[in-house]
């Protein structure tokens, strides 16, 4: 089946070290977009458009790893979605934990930056995911209920559905991100059933696809490939060293 592979590259490597990965591996990262498969690189916003033009009318995407909730204005050290799609990029991470925790990101930010994005041709992936503790207290759809049923709704109120993309909801349990500690089979397999009926129920015009992120190695990829309602992966760490990326995607 085919995945979509985002390299989250987070804040690791510099500028010089994103082109630097970019252009030592550019013929083997063509060649792993060639299949079915997708791949996306995700660098800091400085390295986008160099990005960009290294894969100019080649398969491999380039995803920005956040954008503002507005439009344009007076907003120092923001980027706008618009801009975004003019330096060509095709995805964008939104909501992600870290942006939840680092830079205070809430519920009515993440909705808005997903609206603007797909009125600017960008495919958001917009992540949601419960902390350690509702985990252990078995309180991981109620966390998740939490956070997707006000953004459904108010995504479902203002976007105008843009059937020829395919945003991305990717569950990224905020303490398997970066630990080595990936959910049991049997807690994904139900949290995936949940969100495909949950994201059917409450937003059935747009056609999401659901992603899973958090500590995804070569050794455990297999495992989560086998479930069929994950369509692809958020991967940190080891998407940093080609060669463990490589093994993740094939
Ligand atoms: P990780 O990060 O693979 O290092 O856990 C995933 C993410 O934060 O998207």
Redesign the pocket.
Known sequence: MEHLY?A?W?MKFTFNEAVEFATTHYKQLIQLGENKNTIALAPSFEALYPLVEIFKETPVKICAQNCSRHLGGSFTGQVAPESLHQVGCSYC?IG???HRTELQEDIQAIAQKCIHLLDNDITPVM?IGENRESYEQKRTLEALSEQLEPLLHMIRERTVVHSYLTPYI?Y?PSW????GQVAPMDHLEMVFSWLTEQVHALNHDIPWKLLY????TPENVGDLKKIDKIRGF??????LNFQTFEKIVQ
């Not at 992120?213 to 995804?216: K, L, R």
């Not at 958020?234 to 998407?239: D, E, Q, R, T, Y």
């Open positions: 985002i989250n987070k991470i992600h934990n870290e992540c990717a990224e398997s991100i970066g630990t992120g958090g500590s995804v958020l991967i940190g760490k080891a998407s």
